[in-house]
């Protein structure tokens, strides 16, 4: 076969795995409605199916001789086809080089662990998850090996989440991050200021969907090509360029985790819908990593909504609705109470500021207990510990400590990263769209469509053709930085508590 032969082909078969991928985000997203409750083992069982259906095509002797054929001359191949053949490749890695066994184990390890999590969740107790911990941790470990020459077995498990990240990085980004955050929670806490009373002010979860249903196209969602849903925990999902799907969930005493839920849902959808076409029926359409997908997500619900000028340019529309409940707000009062800042035990409720050290706390327990210096049962006294130092909090239960996320008994160790990544990536990209107007101006006047606009030429185009790394140089000019996301943190705080 000539080499456009070879190429023809290879584009197809990825094709058809793009597909697989696609039913397999159509069962999650199914699974995720209100479905018969007593059909759940059985969705299970159809997902797993098609689950390993696509991991047998993404390691098969066919993608091995594509990609044996294609690696030589990569880099005579255009910008899209040496993305093809480089991403197919770190997949192929991946699902080849773990044993089935080895595979088949941790699957099945997870799906008992999950069973254990739920109830000792429910009942604070966290003793009858350390023998899967141990065994989940030490299969992780197993499949680090695995992959091959990282510094360390946590570098492999960073790597695959993040393409070229380090524990060296890591280690010297959150440092940093620690250096701004730590004092800056204590010196707003210094303010003594008590909670704004209204962000708990009940409001009935159809007046909240009104907004939210008003809210999403007029930040730029497509809402010929987007449905919103209410789901258990809030995500996103891109089936094809014209249908994405994406959710909330509704809290009568917090009307603000559906508001902010949907314009960070809202974030992503925007981004897979500025992905290029020539993207679409490849696996290719899934940004460079989590943490550029985390950050679209962020860049709407952190960047953008809780701005002062979003809420000044939002304000009459969100009071036609609130202020029968709220009363008489001001814009300032909504900027101000939206970004309240005071530590807390859980992440997924955590303010702008403190929400990173959440994730540094998991980030530095995970990279010990993977290199081997930390075992389950020392788990939850390590949390505390690190609780008390991070946010001056003494835990008072495990349910709201150790055992409050479902990452862990799930066995998904290295990714937690993506979230503060993105957070550091989304400072950078607001400097470099900065340069070319002001943003805030255009927030203001209500003109997302520009911003939108930024994303898609500087960002969102590049998908996954580059690495991470290549993906941030082309958009902001230069490499990691965590300067601009401390200045930004800091400058708002200064601002909403007058430090």
């Known amino acids: 076969m000539v080499a456009a032969q070879i190429l023809n082909r290879f584009h197809e078969y990825l094709e058809k795995v793009s597909h697989y991928q696609r039913v397999n985000s159509l069962l999650f997203w199914d699974g995720m409605q209100r479905v018969p409750p007593k059909g759940a083992k059985g969705r299970a069982a159809t997902a797993g199916v098609m689950a390993e259906e696509t991991r047998k095509l993404m390691s098969s002797n066919e993608l091995k001789e594509y990609l044996d054929a294609l690696t030589p001359v990569a880099a005579e191949l255009n910008a899209f086809d040496k993305a093809l053949v480089h991403a ?12 089935g066994a080895l595979y088949r184990e941790l699957e099945a390890t997870k799906g008992e662990s999950i069973a254990v999590w739920d109830g000792a969740m429910k009942r604070g107790e966290f003793a009858p998850m350390i023998p899967y911990l141990d065994r989940l941790i030490q299969l992780n470990r197993q499949m680090a090996d695995c992959f091959g020459s990282a510094a360390s077995r946590y570098d492999a498990l960073i790597d695959y989440y993040e393409e070229g990240m380090t524990t060296a990085q890591l280690d010297t980004l959150f440092a940093t991050l620690k250096a701004t955050i730590i004092p800056l929670v204590r010196q707003v806490q210094e303010k003594h200021r008590p909670r704004p009373a209204f962000l708990h002010t009940p409001v009935p979860p159809a007046v909240q969907d009104r907004f939210n249903r008003r809210l999403y196209p007029r930040m730029g969602v497509d809402p010929e090509s987007a449905i919103l849903c209410e789901t258990t925990h809030p995500f996103s999902f891109t089936i094809n360029l014209h249908d994405f799907r994406f959710s909330t969930r509704y809290f009568e005493n917090d009307f603000s985790s559906s508001l902010f839920s949907v314009l960070h849902e ?6 897979s819908q500025n992905i290029p076409e020539k993207l ?4 290719l359409g899934g940004g460079a990593s989590p943490a550029f997908q985390e950050s ?10 809780r701005s002062s000028a979003f809420w000044e340019t939002v304000y ?19 900027y101000c109470g939206f970004n309240d ?3 807390g035990y859980i992440r997924t409720s955590a303010d702008e500021v403190t929400y990173n050290l959440h994730i540094i706390l998991r980030y530095e327990m995970e990279r010990d207990f993977i290199n081997g210096s930390v075992r389950a049962a020392d788990l939850p006294a390590l949390w505390n510990e690190k609780m008390q130092e991070y946010l001056s909090l003494t835990v008072p239960d495990d349910r709201q400590g150790v055992l409050q996320d479902i990452q862990w008994p799930y066995g998904r160790f290295g990714a937690f990263v993506s979230y503060s990544l993105g957070n550091v990536y989304n400072a950078q990209l607001f400097n470099a769209m900065q ?11 209500g003109d997302f469509a520009s911003i939108n606009q930024w994303l898609g030429e ?6 996954r053709l580059y690495t991470p790394q290549e993906t941030l140089r082309r958009t902001v000019g230069g490499s990691m930085d965590a300067k601009p996301y401390c200045d930004y943190l800091t400058a708002k705080m200064t601002d909403v508590y007058q430090i």
Do not use: W
């Not at 809202?266 to 981004?271: E, L, S």
């Not at 009459?316 to 909504?334: H, T």
């Open 435 to 445: 340069k070319e107007f002001d943003v805030y101006q255009r927030v203001r006047e």
């Open 266 to 271: 809202g974030g992503h959808t925007i981004n």
């Open 341 to 343: 800042c005071r530590p």
């Open 280 to 283: 679409e029926n490849t696996i």
């Open 88 to 99: 197919a490749s770190r997949e192929y890695r991946f699902f080849s080089r773990i044993p």
């Open 316 to 334: 009459d529309d969100f009071m036609e609705d609130y202020r029968p409940f709220l009363g008489n707000l001001s814009a300032r009062d909504l």
């Open 296 to 305: 679209q997500g962020r860049f709407y619900e952190n960047v953008i909504g």
């Open 458 to 463: 500087n960002l969102h185009r590049y998908s």
